[in-house]
């Protein structure tokens, strides 16, 4: 069993900054692909970035040249830097760690961007 916990998640102003954190405790982190799943009220969950084991990386169109996620394998974690963020960014962050078509998922935090 897989443990995600995410940190980081706050109020933040329109074009501010945030960064999120997850601390994953699988024996094998280094074996998991990684991403970052956001979920709006009333909208579907929707992957905001993933990060494979060989360090390839995919991005919502929508975040594309703002957020770039990262993993530290030695230290089980995986971040997701958020910059110039807009108040469409607002939603429940998730962490998610895959393998061999398992899911697993954080609790989530919040993110809110609001003046």
Request: aromatic fraction near 12%; include cysteine; proline fraction near 3%.
């Amino acid at each position: 069993q897989v443990q995600l916990v995410e940190s980081g998640g706050g109020l933040v102003q329109p074009g501010g900054s945030l960064s999120l954190s997850c601390a994953a405790s699988a024996s094998r982190f280094n074996l998991y692909r990684m991403a970052w799943y956001r979920q709006a009220p009333e909208k579907q969950r929707e992957l905001v970035a993933s990060l494979t084991t060989d360090y390839s990386t995919n991005y919502a169109d929508s975040v594309k040249g703002r957020f770039t996620i990262s993993r530290d394998n030695a230290e089980k974690m995986v971040y997701l830097q958020m910059n110039s963020l807009k108040p469409e960014d607002t939603a429940v962050y998730y962490c998610n760690a895959q393998i061999f078509n398992n899911d697993y998922w954080g609790q989530g935090t919040q993110v809110t961007v609001s003046s």
